[in-house]
């Protein structure tokens, strides 16, 4: 007969729980992919029904385990509150799209918080800011995106290939910044403070740093309950590329059950791992920059793509290297003086300026008045947003389908 001891016991527990998520996901989110998969090989039809995936489930499952994992590790204590881990998982502000948040973030805060009538107006000005993210920047950058992206890689001209690329770049940014404002801003209101997402990701001199800015709660997610488990960086540096090549693939399957997403995973892993190797970056100085925007918006097109033979001929006509059969639109199409001025704003909002300028204007006011200026600048952002709103059809967050 069996003997458990009481260690023994947490582990199989935990095991379980784990198991049990992660085959939920795996069926919610994969079960098509697979089947596509088991088809081609087998060269069969099923004719089984789609599954259909329910909204939020990467983001709600990340957060129930990290919850049990935290609780095994002794990093937080097990609450005996039903009700307040159900709240800690469903809470409605982020569950959708993130951020991800642990909940040693916000153990303290479910318990007991206090917020004021400064709290509510610091989290309406940040919801006001995500949602003109959303609706003014991400839905003008994703027409363009969109646009180009519907037709074939041989009908862009170079210009309008990049163009699509960095829209798309644009688009996903606020898309997803602007989320996760909109519910760092409505936690605040209720009294919770949730972990920033962002960090101005286009300001990184290499790959490696630009994902330490980008969707950075997902990162630190994989890092604290995959890379470091599995050793990190403290072990050889072949079995520290591999670490590295689970992390990176993992990442990459997550946002989406597609040969794509895989293909986009492998590739960051490869470059991860050539910058690991050779810490090239740091010497390429200023330049860094403009290498770490070229890798990423080339291996934005894999993501973006609906197939890999798409994102070849996408990457191909980049660089002039595609025959163009047919020219779909000319540049002159898109560059007009309303897109123009958006790509401005966009490049200029994606960078520290705009808020260096807030900070070094409002520190000449006083408190009062820095507080009127920034509920004046909230209303007429708030203004803007809903008159885009009311013209613009349906566009939902892309983060949405992850």
Not at 111 to 133: C, H, M, N, P, Y
Not at 254 to 278: F, P, Q, R
Request: glycine share 6%.
């Amino acid at each position: 007969m069996l003997k458990f001891t009481a260690e023994k016991s947490r582990k199989i527990a935990l095991s379980l729980f784990v198991l049990a998520n992660v085959f939920l996901l795996g069926y919610w989110k994969y079960f098509n992919f697979f089947t596509d998969v088991a088809e081609k090989i087998t060269g069969k039809s099923f004719n089984l029904q789609p599954v259909l995936l329910p909204i939020g489930i990467s983001f709600f499952t990340f957060q129930g385990m990290s919850y049990v994992i935290d609780c095994y590790r002794k990093k937080v204590t097990p609450n005996k509150n039903f009700l307040t881990v159900a709240l800690y998982i469903s809470m409605f502000p982020q569950l959708i799209a993130g951020p991800i948040v642990r909940y040693e973030d916000i153990c303290n805060q479910l318990e007991s918080r206090q917020f004021t009538a400064d709290d509510i107006a610091s989290g309406l000005r940040k919801f006001t800011v995500g949602l003109a993210k959303k609706a003014v920047l991400a839905n003008s950058f994703g027409v363009v995106a969109d646009q180009i992206f519907n037709i074939q890689p041989d009908e862009h001209r170079l210009i309008v290939a990049w163009l699509g690329i960095i829209s798309y770049s644009l688009q996903l940014y606020y898309d997803f910044a602007g989320y996760s404002d909109m519910a760092i801003g409505l936690g605040r209101m209720m009294g919770f403070t949730f972990p920033e997402n962002f960090n101005y990701p286009f300001i990184s001199k290499s790959y490696r740093e630009l994902w330490t800015r980008w969707h950075m709660t997902l990162g630190t997610w994989f890092r604290e309950y995959v890379y470091i488990p599995l050793g990190g960086s403290r072990v050889s540096t072949l079995r520290g590329f591999f670490n590295i090549f689970v992390v990176s693939f993992l990442t990459g399957f997550w946002h989406g059950a597609d040969y794509t997403y895989v293909v986009w995973g492998l590739s960051m892993a490869v470059i991860n791992c050539i910058e690991k190797a050779t810490n090239f970056p740091k010497k390429l100085g200023k330049l860094g920059h403009v290498y770490t925007l070229l890798i990423w918006h080339l291996t934005l097109v894999v993501f973006r793509s609906p197939s890999i033979t798409y994102a070849a001929g996408y990457i191909r006509s980049l660089f002039g290297l595609l025959k163009i059969n047919r020219v779909g639109f000319e540049p002159s199409w898109y560059f007009d003086r309303y897109y123009v001025f958006m790509l401005v704003v966009g490049i200029l909002c994606s960078t520290p300026v705009v808020k260096s300028l807030w900070i070094k204007t409002s520190g000449k006011l006083s408190l009062s008045s820095k507080d009127l200026c920034a509920n004046v600048i909230a209303l007429v952002l708030f203004a803007i947003s809903c008159m885009y709103i009311m013209t613009s059809t349906y566009n939902p967050f892309i983060y949405f389908q992850f």
